[in-house]
């Protein structure tokens, strides 16, 4: 069965009430039993995977980290479980996604059990004004000051953000960059290339298992 035109209905967690009623009849709508509700999403087939404020692809703030809902959403792909060694704490639980033999997403989890982030860093990505991997820090039109230094996982890497896009980091690398910092603009320009990135949800998701 194709999925480029179908869609997955999720069932949405109602997590709070709506606000105060305005009239009777929202007053006794509100007074009724509640079922669930339902978003369509449409599944991943193919094609450029976008990067944007609201999500990556099908995944967007209501989706949980959870492996059923993720193959639903990526039919055609290699969906897996696995842990993520990093530094000196405990492995953390992410969940891979492959497709034609190239690594589409990382899925990472929360301390809540959401979905705590979408790593991109490989494939045929796009960002929120449709910026490719490898794309140069000096043809994407950031300033300094829309940046920091990376940490962690990120350490000797350049984090940077645009203001109409807060949930998406940007991650540039300069080739040879090893001090605690920024780079200078200047190395920026002539070296720093976007190596990967990174979305996350304002807030926690509400979505169960597919």
């Known amino acids: ?9 999720l069932p949405i967690a109602l997590l ?9 009849q929202a007053s006794k709508a509100d007074e009724a039993p509640k079922g669930p509700v339902t978003i369509a999403i449409a599944p991943y087939a193919g094609g450029p995977l976008k990067v944007s404020n609201e999500g990556v692809g099908p995944i967007n703030s209501s989706v949980a980290f959870d492996l059923a809902t993720l193959k639903v959403l990526f039919p055609k792909a290699k969906v897996e479980q696995a842990f993520l060694h990093s530094g000196e704490g405990p492995a953390l639980p992410i969940i891979n996604v492959e497709q034609d033999s190239t690594p589409l997403a990382e899925v990472g989890k929360g301390d809540d059990g959401d979905i705590a982030y ?7 990505a796009r960002g929120p004004r449709d910026e490719q991997l490898l794309a140069k820090w000096g043809e994407l039109g950031f300033t300094l ?14 984090i940077c953000a645009r203001p109409d896009a807060p949930q998406v ?7 040879g960059w090893t001090k605690a910092g920024l780079p200078s603009e200047a190395a920026l320009k002539a070296k720093g290339q976007l190596n990967a990135l990174i979305w996350r949800p304002a807030e926690g998701a509400v979505v169960g298992a597919a």
Do not use: W
Request: glycine share 10%.
């Open 169 to 175: 980091s940007y991650v540039f690398g300069v080739p």
């Open 145 to 158: 000051d829309q940046c920091r230094a990376g940490e962690g996982r990120e350490i000797n890497m350049t």
């Open 16 to 24: 709070a009430a709506c606000g105060p009623a305005k009239t009777d």
């Open 1 to 9: 069965m194709s999925f480029r035109h179908s869609y997955l209905a």
């Open 118 to 124: 979408v790593r991109v860093e490989a494939g045929d």
